[in-house]
């Protein structure tokens, strides 16, 4: 692998962290979805977009689709796991976001309440 192959590569993860965060984040934002739907909705979209680069890969290199080796499988499977995560951490720092936007609300009349 040539170090423009491991930059592109970098590129490319930090592209799914980015998007799958976004993705994690809107989802909490737009609809309020709890934080187990979120973990299913993450799972799924991990292997589905896994699934999708192994397809795509597949056809642009004509390599088997399926993994050959180990290291194949633990590569794909890192893959899962950062799109995963990403999902995640993007939901739960929207649910964050929001609850302190609450509090910060609630402190906030009570203390106007309390000058009246």
């Not at 993860?13 to 609809?31: E, I």
């Not at 979209?45 to 194949?72: N, R």
């Not at 794909?76 to 951490?89: G, H, P, R």
Request: hydrophobic share 55%; proline share 2%.
């Amino acid at each position: 692998m040539t170090h423009g192959q491991k930059v592109n590569l970098s590129y490319f993860m930090l592209v799914c962290v980015l998007v799958s965060f976004t993705a994690g984040f809107a989802l909490f934002w737009s609809s309020g979805r709890e934080a187990r739907t979120a973990a299913a909705l993450a799972l799924a979209l991990g292997l589905i977009g896994v699934a999708a680069m192994m397809i795509s890969e597949s056809l642009y290199s004509s390599d088997p689709l399926i993994p050959e080796t180990c290291f194949e499988w633990l590569y794909n499977l890192q893959y899962v796991a950062i799109i995963t995560l990403s999902f995640v951490v993007g939901h739960l720092l929207a649910r964050a976001l929001r609850a302190a936007t609450a509090l910060r609300r609630a402190i906030s009349m009570r203390n106007s309440a309390k000058r009246t």
